[in-house]
């Protein structure tokens, strides 16, 4: 065996800062506090000034920088533009230390903590955290560290669960927690959680209903508002149909507030998913004032589950608006729907019986039933679209008497179960959705008949639409070719909009111009007119029957 040679050590591995370069030693510090309150704002502008002092006054430190976040959680990462910009320094070589408070400050996620000190230290760049006098370059650094870190990480879970029950005490008491940077038709209040109408805006949104519930598809309400150059919730001008279809579906326009849709699922990832049953729901009824009436917005949400019954896929919608007759137009031998065909070798369109093509489920080729021109079939509905003039006494009879009409009694109505508080003298008008007392229905408030009651404001908004188009072609008739229209949507306070009638006279939009001849008659056929009014269009051998949607017949001739 050979003479072993020991080669003395010429410095401590376990050193508490590395050796002193020939150059100052560049140091750091970071700061952050999690919230951007007037007494975090002193604490962070504190920690900064201490720090800028504390290293110029050490004659072997230069300073590197100060990093801090503000109003940043600690418990992840992401976000923290300094602390990654400290990080990315460090690994360019322009960091020789760094400085910070605590270990809280630096990380309140101990895998975080852990994984970027490691990353420092092999490095050769040691953290010193102040508060814990840990030097992460000291041997029994990391096993201390790890240990504070947990208990950081744990005091953070403890505040996000006292966060927590606060905003569910707060919904308890009807508090709710309200973005407005991107909540078209309404702004902040005086008060907390309040929200006032912005009359500009809220004449979008009802616009955004009318036009829903006279038919079109949310693709084809985007796509018009983004042609038209309407500004977005956030000022832009580029909508889209996942926009509208929230906004359809928002309780908030009908005055109501439900909280809790969605909440954070952990408190170290922060992600953010809807509320499906996981915890309580909060519902307030007439929070703040509507921009449209409860009736609309019911009338809104039974719109959109019997389109999902009919057709889930909403491009099929968009289709059937491009061609109109497409699904109105049927055979009145067999009552079959007829199918657009053209002609071999012309650039005509017909419309065909399906049982005379022998394509409806387990047909034959059973129907001898006349084929129809595209444009006799349009001239015919233009022609029944006239003739609405002669009828309005009736439909203002009919809506008359359905007005006097009282909605569906109330059966055994019981008032909404009062919540299980934290603490006694709550709102007893607030109620969780999974309440057994309550309803699923509008929001979870209990609505007995509701499926009656829907039907019975339907047909009221049917009429109400059909007589407005009766009264614009009566107007029109009346009207000298040379005068202008009066202006149907007058400036109107920034009152809320409680009523059915009261927010179909304000989203009222004249005729286009270029629809009426020089009588004030319809002289062509629109594709907006048939998806607001027209329901059937049976196709007879003497003619055409046109059925609206309020049951009106109206039998026209033939070409």
Known sequence: MGTVTVIAATRRPDARLPE?????????????????????????AAQCAHYGSYIRSNPCWTLAGIFADEGISGTSTRGRDEFNRMIRACEGGEIDMIITKSISRFARNTLDCLTYIRRLKEL????????ENINTLDASGEVLLTILASIAQQESASISRNVRMGIEYGFQQGRGRLNYNAFLGYTGGDGPGSLVIVPEEAETVRRIFREYLEGRSPHTIAARLAREGVPTATGAGQWYASTVARMLGNEKYCGDLLMQKYYVEDYLTHRVVRNDGARPKYFVEDDHEPIVPK??????????????????DPSTLRFAERLTLNGRLFCGSCGRPLRRCHRPGTAQVVWLCRGRTGESAG??????????????????????????????????????ELTRKQPPAIENASPVAPLDTLAAGSDPLIAPLDTPAVGATLCGRPQPC????TEREMRLFQLRLLLELADDLTEARNRPHHAAPDDPNPTVPPAACRDAEDFLRRTRRPLPPGLLNAQGDLAVYDNDLVIRSIDRVTVRETGFEVRFKTGLRVNTGGA
Do not use: G, M, W
């Not at 349009?378 to 009736?394: G, Y």
């Open 450 to 453: 509701a499926d009656a009651q």
């Open 20 to 44: 002193q370069p020939a150059r100052p030693l560049r140091v750091c510090a970071y700061c952050r506090v999690s919230t951007d309150s007037e007494e975090q704002e002193t604490s962070y």
């Open 295 to 312: 009736a609309i917005f019911r009338l809104a949400q039974a719109e959109r589950a019997r389109r999902a019954a009919l057709d889930p």
């Open 363 to 400: 047909a034959s080729r059973d129907c001898a039933s006349r084929a129809v021109r595209e444009t006799e079939a349009q001239a015919a509905v233009v022609r029944a679209l006239n003739a609405l003039p002669e009828h309005a006494c009736s439909l203002r009879r009919e809506l008359a």
């Open 124 to 131: 050769r760049i040691p953290v010193v955290f102040e508060k």
